[in-house]
């Protein structure tokens, strides 16, 4: 375990869709100080093979050495499945074991369902990760593509991606899952339009609050050193590529009143 609490924790995503974990994490922890790191001049990773996934993650983890972090917390559902080839002196978190863990607590009938980047469920990772904690569940996987350009364009409370939505969720509504784990940093921001689509029989399953408990867990474990009180809440962003949209995208995620600035990383 590291022993300097007051080291920042690493947050890394394919882009900026990872600022939803970040949001949520920076909240909950708010005397925690963060680096987000946003791998925006090779997104999308949801659509590249498993070897090119893994490399993209080393090179990324290693900015996390050279920037020094007490734990590193990948947000990219795509990236997650790769994690567990990866070797590393501080704590990794993933974000498809806590989602799994909470899908499969969640569910009553155990009948789950998945949405994420074809990478995603090419993978496998969710199917196995709950088999692991409830064997007798039934995991349906649907790959929605569409829906990451949808988000960065701006259009998450528009007619087309209900629809959209819609035509996606449908097959895991007629396999009458109850629990939807939203597999894509991207798709928080559409929650409302997941939640008119899926209506209220079906639960839905965020990444950024699965993961946030499992951190929360490791603090009170003494795995994870809290960082002193009263001293903190800083936070750092870094993207690997900086064009003039990425304000607007982080605006929306983070909230129209935050100042954003981006520093570029080289890895
Ligand atoms: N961050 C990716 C994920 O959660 C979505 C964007 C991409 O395809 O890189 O899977």
Redesign the pocket.
Known sequence: MPTDSNLPIGVF???L??LTVLRHLSKRFANEDFIYLGDTAR?????KSPRTIQKYLAQNLAFFTRMPVKAVVV??????TQVSLVNSTVPIYD?ITPGALRASITSKNSRIGVV??R??VMSECYPKEIHKLKPGVQVFQQACPLL?PLVEEGWDDDPITNLIVYRYVSPLLTANIDTLIL????YPILKNTFAKVLGARVQTVD?AESIGDLIERDFQLHKLPVKEAGTGGIIRLFATDISDTFETLAKRILGPATIVQLELAEI
Do not use: L, R
């Open positions: 995503d394919s882009g869709g990872g997104i999308p990773y949801g659509s947000a990219c559902n795509s990236a997650s974000v994420a980047t990478a995603t990451v597999g894509c940093t991207h990444s």
